[in-house]
T-cell receptor, first 112, second 113 residues
Framework: EAGVTQSPTHLIKTRGQQATLRCSPI?????VYWYQQALGLGLQFLLW???????NRGNFPPRFSGRQFPNYSSELNVNALELEDSALYLC???????????FGPGTRLTVL | GNSVTQMEGPVTLSEEAFLTINCTYT??????LFWYVQYPGEGLQLLLK?????DKGSNKGFEATYRKETTSFHLEKGSVQVSDSAVYFC????????????FGTGTRLQVFP
């Protein structure tokens, strides 16, 4: 069974640009979570989508947004990129509420 | 609020040494507690978990016991191997609102032969 996949693996942008990160959950999983792993800050919860709707949001500005598609895949969009947005962005999926979260390999975003 | 505090690294050990990585938490209610591991170049993997007080999670020789009286969930292994070198994250999830995981900042373990 395929695990959670994320694309691209690496993404390099300049300040002010927009970045789009993609995540495909494990087949049958309806929940997708996004986390930011910035250097020295550990993992911070960003967003949670379930059945196409945003269920919860972490303490991040509105320029971090996303969506979940009917096939349960998800996009994370970061607008007006800032240098401090450079981080590893991890996606996780679970089979709905209370399910174990399985993590993808991440997308490393570098903002120059 | 809910939070997780774990010891700063890196923790540097020789092969076969005893490992302890401390983790304490602050949470309302009765959270579930987790240890995740991130090997170099790989995504996060669940290492072990405990869902109620006095539960002991164990996997691959690692153990952690949910101590409600000390709000701790310390990770231990009796004899580490070079292959255990990774970053270890302690995390909690509130039992009554089963959404996000709240992570500690991670502890890097380096094991030398």
């Amino acid at each position: 069974e395929a695990g959670v996949t994320q694309s691209p693996t690496h993404l390099i942008k300049t300040r002010g640009q927009q970045a789009t990160l993609r995540c495909s959950p494990i087949s049958g999983h309806t929940s997708v979570y996004w986390y930011q792993q910035a250097l020295g800050l550990g993992l911070q919860f960003l967003l949670w989508y379930d059945e196409g709707e945003e269920r919860n949001r972490g303490n991040f500005p509105p320029r971090f947004s996303g969506r979940q598609f009917p096939n349960y895949s998800s996009e994370l969009n970061v607008n007006a990129l800032e240098l401090e947005d450079s981080a590893l962005y991890l996606c996780a999926s679970s089979p709905g509420l209370a399910g174990r979260q399985f993590f993808g390999p991440g997308t490393r975003l570098t903002v120059l | 609020g809910n939070s997780v505090t774990q010891m700063e690294g890196p923790v540097t050990l020789s092969e076969e040494a005893f490992l302890t990585i401390n983790c304490t938490y602050t949470a309302t209610g009765y959270p579930s507690l987790f240890w995740y591991v991130q090997y170099p170049g790989e995504g996060l993997q669940l290492l072990l978990k405990a869902t109620k007080a006095d539960d002991k999670g164990s996997n691959k020789g690692f153990e952690a016991t949910y101590r409600k009286e000390t709000t701790s969930f310390h990770l231990e292994k009796g004899s580490v191997q070079v292959s255990d070198s990774a970053v270890y994250f302690c995390a909690l999830r509130r039992s009554y609102n089963t959404d996000k995981l709240i992570f500690g900042t991670g502890t890097r373990l380096q094991v030398f032969p």
